[in-house]
C-alpha cells in the first residue's frame, strides 16, 4: 500500500515547509507527485532532517523558502509554534511585512472610535485587499468585499501569506494584494500531534485580565481504503482594553471678536473614556483521505465567531453654533496664524457655554463559516486535476444606543488647543445634580448576512523538452448574496440651539431626575497626562439597556413640561420621541440587497529556461472575468403637484427597483524569475488588477425631488404642464451603477540570500495606475428613462501610486557564544501618491476653500519596522518597532464635516510608532512559557485636521493601554 506517512514526511527546514505553506492554490492537500519528485522530496527531508533549527529562525527561514520558490511576488508569516503567529493578531502579524500597514480606527470614515487591535490593512497604501482561507476567497458580512482579519483567531493559523503580484490562475481581485490566511492539514505532520496553549492578558489602564485558550488535535491513519487523516484546532480568546480620547472641533474664521483682524475659533472639544470588551472563538476541522498515489481529497470547515462590546462615557463642550462662541474674559490668546490658543470662552446668547455628557453601549456580533471540500487528481503522469466546492456564510449584527445631558456653566477655559488641551469647568457646579437636563437620544442597530457558493476546476498539464513547462487552464463560478440592514435616528430634548426661541433661556429647562443619575470619574484621564474635568453625572448606563423603554418615558417626561416652551406652537413640530420606523431594519428605507455573480476562465503558461547562462521561469497568463450584479431597492419621490391639480404627479409609495449592472474584464498577467545566482534572484511583474465597489457602495436607494427648470414659470393648469418643464435630482449614499477600480501594475525586485542560515536582503520598485477611483460626485445621468441631476458614489478620477521595499535579515551566528543567539529584521517602504480628481470633489475648509493635491486615503509616504531577537539555550526573545508617517484617514470623517453647511475637513494621522517586546523559555522539548508586552513605550494615536491657511491643527488623541499576556504552552 502507498505509504503517505513517507510521501508527506516534514522535515524542519525548508522544502516540506513549503509544501505545508501552500505556495499554489492546493498545495496543502497535493500528495499527486510524479515518482521521481517523491524520490527527491524523500532525499531531501532526509539530509535536512539532521539539521535542528526551531523557534524564530526556523519560522524565519521558512517564509524564505515560500518567497524565493514562488512564482509571483510573497511575503509570508509562519507560525514559530502550532497556535504561535509571532504577533497576538493576524492584522498585527501583518504590519511587520514590507508594504504593508494598519490603522487602529473600527472604521476610517469615523476616526472618532479608536479599535481595541489593529484593525484595517492596506498593501502598498491600498486597503482594497483581497482575504483569503487556504486559497479560498472569504470575507465578513459589513457590506465590503474583504475580511475583517481581526475577526479571525491567529491561533488557527499556519501562516499568511501576502501576494503582491498576481498570476492568472489566482482569483481576481484586490488592488493592494492578496492576503491568504493558512490554516493546518492533517498530513502536514508525522503520526499524532497535540498541543494546548492557556494565556492570560492584561491591559494596564483598564486593569483587567482575561484568559485565552487554544488547543490543537491532529492524527492520520493507514487504512484498507487509502489513509485518512483529521485535525481539530478550537480557541477562544477575551481581551479587555481602556482607551482615553480627547478631540478639539473645526476652527472656524470670525471678524467679529477682535477689531480689523480675522481670528480662527473652535467653538467645542470632547473627551471620553472607551471600555472595550472582545471576545473570539474559532472553530477548525480538517479532514484528508489519500484513497491512492494518485486521488487526495480534503474537506475543511471553519467558523470563526467575534463579540465586541464597548462603553463609552464622555463629556463635551460645545457653544451650540460656531458663532456663538465669544469671550468669556479677556484673556484671549492666538498663535502666529490667528488661532485660538487659550482663554475663557462664554456665548453671546447669555445662555453660558453648554456641557454635555453621553453614556453611549456598542455590542457586535459576528459570526464566519467557512466549509470547503476539495481535491487533486494525478489522471496521467502529465496531467493533474484539481476541483474545490466552498460555501462560505457570514453574519453581523449591531446595537449601538446613546444618551446624553445637557447644563451650562457660565463659561470654560481653555488652554493648549494647539496640542491635546486642557479644559478648566466650575467642578462645584459639574458635581450639582439640580444643574443637568435630558439632552439627545440617539441609536444605529444594524443587521448583515451574506453567503457566497463557489466552484472552481484547474488542469495542468506538463511538457517535456520544451520552454513552455506546462499549460494551466480552470474555470471559477460564484454566487453571492448579501442583506445589509442599517438605520439611525437621533432625536433631542432640550439642546443649546433652541435657547432664545423655542425656550426663553437655559433656565426654562426642565431638570432631569435625579434616579436617573450616576456620579462618573474617569479615574485619572490619560494616566493623569491631561488636565479635563474628571467628574460630572451621567444617565444611569442601565437606561440603556432598555433603550425603547427609557425613551418613551422620556418623551412622556417633555410633553409634561411644554409649560417651559417660549410659544406653546412649538409642541406641534417638535417631537422628541425617537422615530421607531427609521429603526425598524425590516423596512425597505434601510435595507441593501445585492446578487452578484461571477464566471472567470483563464489560461497560464508556465516557462522555463534552464540552459541559459542565468536560467529564467516563470509565468504568463489570462483571466477573463463577467459579473453580473443585481442590486434591490426602491425609489421614493418627494411631493409635487402640478399647479391646479390635487393630484401627485407621482406615487407617494415607494417604487421597487431592481438595478442591474454587467461588466467584463480581461485581466493578463507577466512574472518572470532570472536566476542571476544561486543566492540572487531577479524579479519582473506586470499585470491588471480589478476591485468590485463595496456592497455598500452599491445602494440601490433612490431619493428623487422634482424641480422646475431654471427659466421654467410654473404653469397655471395641468393642461400647460409638460415634462421636459422639471427635472429630478437625487442625493444617494450608494450607486448600483458604479463601475470597478482597475489597476495596471509593475514590480521589479532583487533578492539575495547571502547565507543558508536566515541571512536575505531585498529590494522591490513597484508602481500602480489606478483608474475609476471611488467618490462622491454630481453629475447628469438618466434613471428609469428620467433625465437626473445625481449627487451619488461615482468613478471619479485616477491615481498613481509609486514605490519601494526595502528589507534585511540576518543572525549572528559568526559570533561566540553566547552572542551567536543575536539576529535582526529590518525593512522599509516608501510610497508616493498623486490623484486626479475633479474639484468638486474635493473636499473644503470651513472659511470655504477648497483643497487640492490630496494624498490617497490610508496611505503613508513612509514606514519602517526594526525587529531584534535572540534565541539560545532555551530562551528567545523579540523586540520589535513599527512606525509609520503621517496618512490621511479620511477627507470625509464623521466629527470633522458638516454637510448642511457644506464644508469637510480632511482628517490626518499624525506620525505612530510602537514598541512590542515577547519572550519565552523551553522548558522541555514538550513545555514552553512565554510572555509579551505590547505599546510599552505607551505610545498615544494623535489625530490633525488641515485646516487650510492655519495649517493642521490637533483633531484627536487617543491613549491605549499597555497590554501584556503570559502563556504556557505544551506539544505533545
Not at 433661556?505 to 474628571?534: E, T
Not at 521561469?617 to 477573463?624: A, I, K, P, S, T
Request: charged share 25%; proline share 4%; aromatic share 12%.
Amino acid at each position: 500500500m502507498y505509504n503517505n506517512k513517507k510521501a508527506f514526511a516534514k522535515s524542519k527546514l525548508s522544502r516540506c515547509i513549503r509544501i505545508a505553506s501552500g505556495i499554489s492554490l492546493m498545495a496543502l492537500s497535493s500528495v499527486a507527485l510524479a515518482q521521481e519528485e517523491k524520490q527527491d522530496e524523500l532525499t531531501d527531508a532526509a539530509s535536512l532532517e539532521e539539521v535542528t533549527v526551531t523557534g524564530q529562525r526556523a519560522s524565519i527561514l521558512s517564509a524564505q523558502d515560500i518567497k524565493r520558490d514562488s512564482d509571483s511576488i510573497v511575503d509570508s508569516i509562519v507560525a514559530s509554534d502550532i497556535g504561535k503567529l509571532p504577533d497576538r493578531s493576524i492584522t498585527e502579524a501583518l504590519q511587520r511585512v514590507p508594504g504593508v500597514t494598519v490603522t487602529r480606527y473600527d472604521d476610517m470614515s469615523d476616526p472618532e472610535h479608536f479599535a481595541g487591535e489593529g484593525a484595517g490593512v492596506a498593501v502598498r497604501g491600498l486597503s482594497q485587499v483581497r482575504a483569503e482561507l487556504n486559497g479560498r476567497d472569504v470575507f465578513s458580512a459589513s457590506g465590503g468585499r474583504s475580511l475583517s482579519f481581526d475577526d479571525v483567531p491567529a491561533e488557527l493559523m499556519a501562516g499568511v501569506d501576502t501576494y503582491k503580484s498576481p498570476s492568472a490562475s489566482m482569483i481576481e481581485g484586490g488592488l493592494g494584494g492578496v492576503v491568504n490566511l493558512r490554516t493546518r492539514m492533517p498530513f502536514d505532520s508525522d503520526g499524532q500531534v497535540f498541543s494546548a496553549t492557556i494565556k492570560g492578558n492584561y491591559g494596564d489602564q483598564i486593569e483587567e485580565t482575561n484568559g485565552e485558550y487554544s488547543a490543537l488535535f491532529s492524527d492520520q491513519w493507514e487504512t484498507g481504503i487509502g489513509d485518512f487523516g483529521v485535525l481539530v484546532n478550537l480557541s477562544t480568546s477575551d481581551l479587555s482594553s481602556r482607551a482615553d480620547n480627547i478631540y478639539t472641533r473645526a476652527y472656524f474664521p470670525r471678524e467679529d471678536i477682535e477689531e480689523d483682524q480675522t481670528v480662527w475659533v473652535s467653538p467645542g472639544a470632547d473627551w471620553r473614556r472607551n471600555d472595550y470588551k472582545r471576545k473570539r472563538e474559532g472553530q477548525y476541522l480538517a479532514l484528508q483521505w489519500a484513497p491512492s498515489d494518485d486521488l487526495q481529497l480534503h474537506t475543511t470547515a471553519f467558523r470563526s465567531t467575534h463579540e465586541q462590546f464597548w462603553d463609552e462615557n464622555g463629556f463635551f463642550i460645545d457653544a451650540g453654533n460656531y458663532t456663538a462662541a465669544v469671550k468669556g474674559a479677556e484673556d484671549w490668546e492666538y498663535d502666529n496664524n490667528g488661532a485660538l490658543v487659550s482663554g475663557t470662552i462664554g456665548t453671546n446668547n447669555g445662555n453660558g457655554m453648554a456641557f454635555g455628557t453621553s453614556t453611549r453601549y456598542s455590542e457586535n456580533v459576528s459570526e464566519t463559516t467557512d466549509i470547503s471540500f476539495g481535491g487533486e487528481w494525478l489522471a496521467s503522469e502529465r496531467l493533474t486535476v484539481k476541483g474545490d466546492l466552498q460555501y462560505v456564510e457570514s453574519t453581523s449584527q449591531t446595537e449601538d444606543v446613546l444618551l446624553g445631558l445637557v447644563t451650562f456653566p457660565d463659561a470654560i477655559r481653555v488652554d493648549g488647543l494647539n496640542s491635546a488641551p486642557s479644559i478648566h469647568v466650575d467642578d462645584a457646579f459639574l458635581t450639582d445634580p439640580s444643574n443637568y437636563s435630558y439632552g439627545q437620544m440617539q441609536s444605529m442597530p444594524s443587521d448583515n448576512e451574506g453567503d457566497s457558493f463557489a466552484a472552481r476546476l484547474d488542469l495542468e498539464y506538463e511538457l517535456e523538452n520544451s520552454l513552455i513547462r506546462s499549460v494551466q487552464a480552470g474555470a471559477r463560478y460564484t454566487e453571492k448574496s448579501t442583506r445589509n440592514a442599517e438605520a439611525f435616528s437621533w432625536s433631542a430634548m432640550y439642546q443649546p440651539w433652541q435657547t432664545g426661541w423655542l425656550y426663553p433661556d437655559r433656565n426654562s429647562f426642565p431638570n432631569v431626575q435625579s434616579s436617573d443619575l450616576v456620579a462618573f470619574s474617569y479615574g485619572g484621564f490619560q494616566r493623569g497626562n491631561i488636565d479635563v474635568p474628571d467628574s460630572a453625572y451621567l444617565l444611569n448606563p442601565a437606561l440603556l439597556r432598555d433603550y425603547r423603554g427609557t425613551t418613551d418615558r422620556l418623551t412622556e417626561f417633555y410633553y409634561d413640561h411644554t409649560d417651559a416652551l417660549a410659544d406653546p406652537a412649538g409642541i406641534d413640530w417638535h417631537n422628541p420621541s425617537v422615530r421607531w420606523n427609521e429603526l425598524d431594519l425590516t423596512s425597505p428605507d434601510n435595507l441593501n440587497t445585492q446578487d452578484e455573480t461571477t464566471e472567470a476562465v483563464y489560461l497560464q503558461a508556465n516557462f522555463a529556461m534552464d540552459d541559459l547562462t542565468m536560467p529564467v521561469d516563470g509565468n504568463v497568463g489570462l483571466r477573463y472575468v463577467r459579473t453580473d450584479n443585481v442590486a434591490h431597492g426602491h425609489m421614493r419621490f418627494g411631493a409635487f403637484s402640478i399647479p391646479g391639480s390635487s393630484e401627485p404627479l407621482f406615487p407617494g409609495d415607494p417604487v421597487a427597483l431592481s438595478s442591474e449592472n454587467d461588466y467584463d474584464h480581461v485581466l493578463p498577467s507577466l512574472n518572470v524569475r532570472l536566476h542571476a545566482t544561486d543566492e540572487l534572484k531577479i524579479r519582473f511583474a506586470a499585470s491588471k488588477a480589478v476591485w468590485r465597489p463595496e456592497f455598500w457602495r452599491l445602494k440601490a436607494l433612490m431619493d428623487f425631488s422634482v424641480n422646475w427648470k431654471d427659466g421654467i414659470n410654473p404653469p397655471t393648469s395641468p393642461e400647460d404642464y409638460d415634462p421636459s418643464m422639471i427635472y429630478f435630482a437625487l442625493d444617494s449614499t450608494g450607486n448600483p451603477g458604479l463601475e470597478p477600480m482597475t489597476a495596471n501594475q509593475y514590480d521589479l525586485s532583487a533578492e539575495w540570500y547571502f547565507d543558508d542560515n536566515g541571512g536575505m536582503a531585498h529590494v522591490n520598485l513597484f508602481r500602480k495606475d489606478v483608474s475609476d477611483v471611488f467618490g462622491t460626485v454630481t453629475e447628469d445621468t438618466t434613471i428609469e428613462d428620467m433625465d437626473v441631476v445625481a449627487s451619488w458614489m461615482g468613478n471619479v478620477g485616477t491615481a498613481d501610486i509609486q514605490g519601494a521595499e526595502l528589507g534585511v535579515s540576518k543572525f549572528f551566528d559568526f559570533l561566540p557564544e553566547p552572542w551567536n543567539g543575536f539576529g535582526v529584521q529590518a525593512n522599509y517602504t516608501y510610497i508616493d501618491s498623486s490623484v486626479d480628481v475633479p474639484a468638486e470633489v474635493d473636499p473644503t475648509n470651513t472659511d470655504g476653500s477648497d483643497y487640492n493635491d490630496l494624498p490617497f486615503e490610508g496611505l503613508s509616504e513612509h514606514a519602517y519596522n526594526l525587529v531584534g531577537m535572540y534565541e539560545q539555550y532555551g530562551f528567545y526573545a523579540r523586540l520589535a518597532w513599527n512606525w509609520r508617517s503621517e496618512y490621511l484617514v479620511s477627507a470625509n470623517a464623521n466629527g470633522w464635516k458638516d454637510d448642511g453647511a457644506g464644508w469637510h475637513l480632511p482628517v490626518y494621522n499624525d506620525d505612530y510608532g510602537q514598541l512590542d517586546l515577547s519572550m519565552g523559555y523551553n522548558v522541555t522539548d514538550n513545555v514552553s512559557v512565554n510572555f509579551e508586552a505590547a505599546n510599552v513605550t505607551r505610545e498615544e494615536t494623535v489625530g490633525l485636521m488641515d485646516q487650510g491657511e492655519i495649517g493642521k491643527r490637533h483633531a484627536y488623541t487617543y491613549s491605549q493601554d499597555v497590554r501584556y499576556a503570559a502563556s504556557i504552552r505544551v506539544t505533545f
